[in-house]
């Protein structure tokens, strides 16, 4: 076969038509809310400092026949297929100048970033979710100076609380208690890497990223991640969201 490959000069590449699997593939960070450890790739870390791009959420159900079901984040369980069922969440953000994928499937990290601030879904054993905390002080800020800001212009700095318990309301017989993550502190990255994270965002098209869950999708199971152990401590079923 005759290939003739033209001239690569100035081509920086693209990514319409690039097969899923091969998109957006991060280096994990992961959390064991038993230990209070944080998981960057292989490495334990008592603390994260993380700037946050995207977050998405989604519900999956596991048929008896090793098939996934993924669901938008806001689908009744009497909508989804019989099965086992779990919330995810992930955070694309940047950590030591490289984009990482912060996933979640236990409560206790999940609650991290998407506990709500307030109303009938607040965990009141968990501060309010550092996203929706982070997004209310972007519209203040807004507000207040004018100024519009995202996600991306701020630097969090994660460590780990005190174990809290954690036993099911829906199960009293459970016995668990985990570390909840605290955002201590937060702090603009300055006018050029905000300027560089918004190229970086766009270039890694995460808007696409965040709307990958947001519509129905069956996939085959995938087997844990053996680098960023996660603790399963409360029952997803607890969780009305």
């Known amino acids: 076969m005759k290939i ?6 100035g081509f920086e590449g693209v990514t319409a038509g690039v097969q899923e699997a091969e998109r957006w593939q991060y280096d994990p960070i992961g959390y064991n809310a038993t230990k209070g450890v944080f998981y960057i790739g292989e490495v334990e870390s008592p603390t ?14 596991t048929d008896a026949d090793g098939v996934v079901h993924r669901y938008p984040i806001k689908t009744r369980r009497a909508d989804m297929a019989d099965g086992d069922m779990q919330t995810r969440l992930q955070v694309v953000g940047m950590v030591a100048g490289t984009l990482h994928t912060f996933g ?8 991290a970033w998407s506990n709500p601030v307030g109303g009938p879904y607040h965990d009141p054993r968990f501060d309010g979710g550092i996203w929706p905390r982070l997004l209310a002080h972007i519209k203040t800020m807004q507000q207040n100076t004018g100024k ?6 701020w630097r969090l700095h994660l460590e780990v609380g005190e174990a809290i318990d954690l036993a099911s309301a829906a199960n009293s017989k459970q016995k668990a208690s985990g570390h909840p993550i605290k955002a201590v502190t937060m702090a603009f990255v ?18 696409e990223w965040v709307r990958e869950w947001s519509v129905a999708a069956v996939t085959e199971a995938a087997p844990e991640p053996t680098h960023a152990p996660i603790v399963l401590e409360t029952l997803d079923d607890d969780v009305p969201f």
């Open 104 to 111: 979640a499937r236990s409560w206790t990290a999940r609650a």
């Open 4 to 9: 003739d490959n033209g001239s690569f000069e």
């Open 48 to 61: 994260l400092d993380i700037v946050p791009f995207a977050l998405r959420q989604c519900k999956e159900v």
């Open 148 to 153: 519009l800001t995202a996600p991306l212009c």
């Open 190 to 207: 300055g006018a050029e890497k905000a300027l560089e994270h918004e190229q970086l965002y766009t270039t890694e098209a995460l808007d």
